[in-house]
């Protein structure tokens, strides 16, 4: 029996559709691209308020474009990351369809939901003090970091604003790091 999803998931295409139902008794909504319409975005707005919603869209640029618009009106909904490496088949093509069962259950399992705080729990000294800004392996250690936490790769800005977004404390990063290897 396939695990049920109560929230309606949405992904950018019918190809992710077919894959999450391959593995879960579940409903998407389906952006076609990211040139995502008015349409679309109201129908999101009946799923947040009747079941709940999680984007999860593909971890590249058009899916990061999309997440960010929805996002923008929505900015209480669940997000669910799968890193790039889990996200490849053998041609080299980004998208969620291409992720194994166990790395899809994994990546909706920790579903996170962005936090506004009036107080910064990551400063940008933290970033720098973490090695995560400013250090010639910053790159690969925010790699490590989005990749233990799942929250998708991002910049050193942007992944400062993440984990602010996230209310990621210090010590989840710290612990993240402890097995990094340079």
Do not use: W
């Not at 990621?168 to 290897?181: H, R, S």
């Amino acid at each position: 029996m396939k695990p049920y999803i109560r929230e309606v998931i949405i992904v950018e295409g019918r190809d992710d559709t077919r894959r999450l139902n391959e593995v879960f008794d579940c409903e998407t909504i389906e952006t076609n691209g990211s040139a995502i319409n008015k349409r679309t975005l109201d129908e999101i707005e009946v799923a947040l308020n009747t079941r709940g919603a999680i984007i999860f869209t593909d971890p590249d640029y058009p899916g990061q474009k999309i997440r960010n618009t929805i996002l923008e009106r929505f900015p209480n909904i669940k997000e669910a990351f799968i890193s790039r490496n889990k996200a490849k088949n053998k041609r080299g093509k980004i998208g969620v369809e291409n992720a194994s069962p166990e790395d899809l259950k994994d990546a909706l399992k920790r579903v996170v939901t962005s936090a506004k705080t009036e107080v910064e729990t990551i400063t940008k000294s933290d970033m720098i003090d973490l090695q995560l800004s400013g250090q010639p392996d910053s790159k690969k250690r925010r790699h490590h970091v989005a990749e233990k936490l799942n929250i998708g790769y991002a910049n050193a800005n942007s992944m400062h604003q993440k984990f602010n977004r996230y209310n990621i404390q210090k010590e989840l990063i710290l612990d993240a790091l402890k097995d990094y290897k340079e």
